[in-house]
């Protein structure tokens, strides 16, 4: 049997197509049902690569009696959240509102009119922690719905008229200054792990937007104190579980304060994210370390991720088969003291297992141990940790590997394209500024393809149904302008431009706000309105950067008044919430610096090209090209002539230019560098 989800492309709606629960995808025909029947409806939101989802599916979804009770009684609607971004952001707002939590699954029973009267998340299939069962639920929202149809409804009118209620204040009059920025400072302070870097406790998440932002304050003013917790940060990971020790990539966080035991799924945002922070902390201090965890991160994603298309799948699973063929959580990554022996011997098993902390006793299940660099070892024979790493990966390439969520995402492969695009650029691979070449090519064929509007999906080449959100069109243009930078086509440039304008008429409101969707998308509940980073740049805050980097760029007034505009909201977080707003963080960081237009007479990829791209001025942009069609490409290039025929830079900022330099040692000293 197969239910209506075998028609989508969605990898997690297809892992349900067979379920004996008559799924629905999320559309108007299903709440038309819902309606005809006078039935309530079970929404289900998750995605490919969850370990939770896996296991109420499993459990229950796969289970013929709750699937019968299911299909006589609701109409099921499955959502992934990763193609849905918005149907998620409004349900979840409402699962937070109601019980104080929310995560994945998310479990919502909705009226026909797509309004939510009561809420969960994974639900057992025997109660046990003074939750009730899965079945128990079931039946206690068809008995309110028989017997108590006006309470419901009386629920349902509360909980949409209370989110109608919390449209956002977009954070009052002006940009973040000074004094905002200091009291953000402070904040993340007070929250920071002295003891194992990161903030806060466990479960711990990389915190790659508030390192950028660290790392730009750095830039800026200089302060120690906010060096010193980015790179302790970077380096506690690194050397922690939560870091793939032997094929490179990180897991989506840890469920400890020391980083050693990772919830195993990777995702391409983490893996993007974070090789472009490790490639800006390298930038900023000549770390080694930095230095191979940017190029093994950045060779983890096109290895593992990269699609036959040339875009960048979005996950790999957390599970996978164990020897005895169970599907368990991290078994590809872990080892036992007996593993390392079996494929190394006596005595390099002894070496690794001091090396990558691997013990009898185990720091995950079963005895099995997480490899991560306790740093108790002294030093170390580097070619002899290079042979047992190879030996290993080899080994566990036999493994039965975790599954790949394959869609493309917009968004999270604009910000692949940022990371490759500069990784590739400072550490001369050619290759890799090509892999994001290609990644943006198909962005543009494939996803803007002939409806000149971003589609935030793909499979195979073809476009999803779902239309674009904010942040796709924010993190996309901020790709396009990372590789315009970087290869000096100012194409890229262009497209940015394009979906930048598309953001100013339709997803701008007044005094500056932004919303998720577009004015002519479809309509729900609530019109989603998030300006908060969670594991990626908020929709607002990666268009307010694109924005200001656009205007920098160009010189348009209306894009870094729009920038500006959406940048009170960050006036108003930052010294509240510092940690969830680390990208906006970042951005004001480049606003107070100008940010730095740098321009750029001569040849691409030369010494004062490279000098520029590695300069460490906040949100500095950078444009090369020679000969006369430059201008055409960089508006930055135009009247900007090589001095004495010679390679020359530019330097402007705040509408004040610095005396023209064709010395890379002089721009690197105005560039912070």
Not at 259 to 287: I, Q
């Amino acid at each position: 049997m197969a239910n209506r989800l075998a028609q989508t492309t969605s990898p997690y709606l297809l892992q349900h197509a067979v379920n004996p629960v008559d799924w629905w995808p999320w559309s108007p025909d299903a709440f038309e049902e819902a309606r005809r029947r006078n039935v309530p409806v079970l929404l289900s939101v998750g995605y490919a690569s969850c370990h939770w989802c896996h296991v109420m599916a499993h459990e229950s979804f796969e289970d013929e009696t709750v699937a019968s009770y299911l299909n006589a009684h609701f109409v099921p609607v499955k959502v992934d959240r990763e193609e849905r971004p918005d149907i998620d952001a409004v349900y979840m707002e409402a699962v937070q509102a109601a019980t104080g939590h929310g995560g994945w699954p998310m479990t919502v029973f909705l009226t026909p009119d797509a309004e939510p009267f009561y809420f969960g998340t994974y639900f057992p299939p025997e109660a046990r922690h003074g939750s009730p069962s899965f079945q128990q639920v079931l039946e206690g929202v068809v008995a309110a719905w028989t017997d108590r149809r006006e309470e419901v409804a009386e629920v349902a009118e509360r909980i949409v008229a209370d989110l109608a209620g919390r449209s956002l204040v977009h954070g009052g009059d002006g940009v973040p200054g000074e004094s905002e920025i200091a009291q953000a400072l402070l904040g993340l302070t007070r929250e920071y792990d002295e003891q194992h870097g990161g903030f806060g406790g466990a479960p711990k998440f990389p915190p790659s937007m508030v390192v950028e932002f660290l790392l730009r304050h750095y830039a800026r003013t200089g302060s120690e104190g906010a060096l010193q917790m980015a790179a302790d940060t970077c380096s506690a990971m690194a050397r922690g579980g939560i870091y793939d020790q032997l094929g490179g990539g990180f897991a989506r966080y840890s469920v400890d304060r020391e980083w050693v035991v990772p919830h195993f799924e990777k995702m391409l945002y983490d893996n993007a994210l974070l090789c472009r922070v490790y490639a800006h902390l390298w930038r900023t201090t000549g770390s080694d370390e930095a230095r191979r965890i940017a190029l093994e991160t950045a060779d983890f994603m096109v290895r593992e991720l990269r699609t036959a298309e040339g875009g960048f799948a979005s996950a790999l699973d957390a599970d996978s088969e164990d020897a005895d063929g169970r599907h368990v959580e991290g078994a590809y990554y872990v080892w036992t003291p007996a593993q390392l022996r079996e494929v190394l011997g006596e005595d390099d098993a002894a070496f690794a297992a001091a090396y990558f902390g691997v013990t009898e006793k185990g720091t995950f299940e079963e005895g099995a141990s997480v490899l991560r660099l306790p740093g108790d070892t002294g030093p170390v024979d580097a070619a002899r940790v290079a042979d047992v790493r190879g030996r290993l990966l080899a080994a566990r390439e036999e493994r039965p590997r975790p599954g790949l969520d394959d869609k493309v995402v917009a968004a999270w492969n604009g910000l692949a394209i940022a990371a490759l695009a500069e990784t590739g650029a400072y550490f001369d691979r050619p290759d890799l500024v090509e892999r994001a070449t290609e990644a943006a090519d198909l962005l543009v064929r494939v996803h803007l393809g002939e409806v000149a509007r971003l589609a935030r999906t793909s499979k195979d080449g073809q476009a999803g149904d779902n239309a674009g959100v904010l942040e796709d069109y924010g993190d996309v243009a901020e790709g396009f302008l990372t590789l315009a930078a970087v290869t000096g086509e100012g194409a890229w440039l262009e497209f940015a431009g394009f979906l930048l304008d598309i953001v100013l008429e339709q997803f701008t409101g007044e005094g500056g706000q932004l919303y998720d969707t577009a004015h002519d998308a479809e309509q729900l509940i609530r019109r989603p309105q998030d300006p908060t980073d969670s594991a990626t740049p908020s929709g607002w805050t990666a268009a307010a950067g694109a924005l200001l980097s656009y205007a920098a760029y160009t010189g348009s007034e209306a894009h870094r008044t729009a920038a500006e505009g959406a940048l009170g909201v960050v006036k108003a977080l930052g010294p509240r919430v510092p940690r969830f707003v680390g990208w906006g963080l970042a951005v004001a960081e480049a606003l107070l610096d100008g940010p730095r237009e740098v321009a750029v007479a001569g040849p691409v990829g030369g010494e004062l090209h490279r000098t520029a791209l590695l300069g460490r001025a906040p949100g500095a942009v950078v444009a090369a090209g020679e000969g006369p069609g430059a201008g055409a490409e960089f508006p930055l290039l135009v009247d900007r002539p090589p001095v004495g025929g010679e390679p020359t830079a530019y330097v402007c900022r705040h509408f004040v230019c610095d005396a023209p330099t064709t010395d890379a040692g002089e721009l690197a000293a105005k560039l912070g560098g």
